[in-house]
């Protein structure tokens, strides 16, 4: 298995400010993901970090506004830009051995944006 | 419509009982995964399914990659069980994880 470590646990910030999250596993991991959770909702897929290049954003997620940099197999950072009331959710990092292998997940960064 | 469809939304149950929920699949699945987020919001990795079958102490679940189901079987509630039931799959050619929208359970005395 893996472990994930995220920081910060929980924040709050104003809206326009920028918020960045870090993401640390405490091994090698080929794959790193970000999910984004709105309350009392399921969890849906932002990006794909990959090592040393640019993510791989899913549609309705922009690099612009969640840059993301993952500059080594253990570690990646989301960055939340011009934070709106909007964007509000826990943010979860998640990695896994290889396609086919078992999924964890850090325990998730709550962002109150107000 | 939905990739990973989760039945019921939610659930009550006494403490000492049993129930089953269940997940269907439009993708073709390959690996499953069953998630009980708490309510702290931690994800707690339940099981990890190729097609077959795993048991955990109460908990036992079923993937049947054939027919596109999973279902995780609850034997003795009891009031730690309590949280929101996720079930996730990995399928097709992107490999990505697709969660189901939850299964909201609430264990009563």
């Known amino acids: 298995s893996v472990l994930l470590y995220q920081k910060p646990n929980r924040d709050i910030c104003q809206s326009g400010t920028s918020l960045k999250i870090q993401c640390v596993a405490d091994s090698q991991v080929v794959s790193m993901f970000w999910y984004q959770q709105f309350q009392e909702q399921s969890l849906m897929l932002m990006a794909t970090?990959?090592?040393?290049?640019?993510?791989?954003?899913e549609s309705g997620f922009t690099k612009d506004k969640f840059p993301i940099s993952r500059p080594n197999l253990t570690f990646s950072t989301l960055t939340v830009n011009n934070a709106r009331p909007g964007d509000s959710s826990i943010y979860f990092c998640s990695s896994r051995a290889d396609n086919y292998a078992e999924q964890f997940f850090g325990p998730g960064t709550r962002l109150t944006v107000l | 419509g939905d990739k990973v469809k989760q039945s019921p939304s939610a659930l009550s149950l006494q403490e000492g009982t049993n129930s089953a929920l269940r997940c269907n699949f439009s993708i073709a699945a390959t690996t499953v995964q069953w998630f009980l987020q708490n309510p702290r919001g931690s994800l707690i990795n339940l099981f990890y399914?190729?097609?077959g079958t795993k048991e955990n102490g109460r908990l036992k679940s079923a993937f049947d990659s054939k027919e596109s189901y999973s279902t995780l079987h609850i034997r003795d509630a009891q009031l730690e069980d309590s949280g929101t039931y996720f079930c996730?799959?990995?399928?097709?050619?992107?490999?990505?994880?697709?969660f189901g929208k939850g299964t909201l359970l609430t264990v009563t005395p």
């Open positions: 399914l190729v097609p």
């Open positions: 970090a990959n090592e040393g290049s640019e993510a791989t954003y």
């Open positions: 996730a799959a990995v399928g097709g050619s992107n490999y990505k994880l697709t």
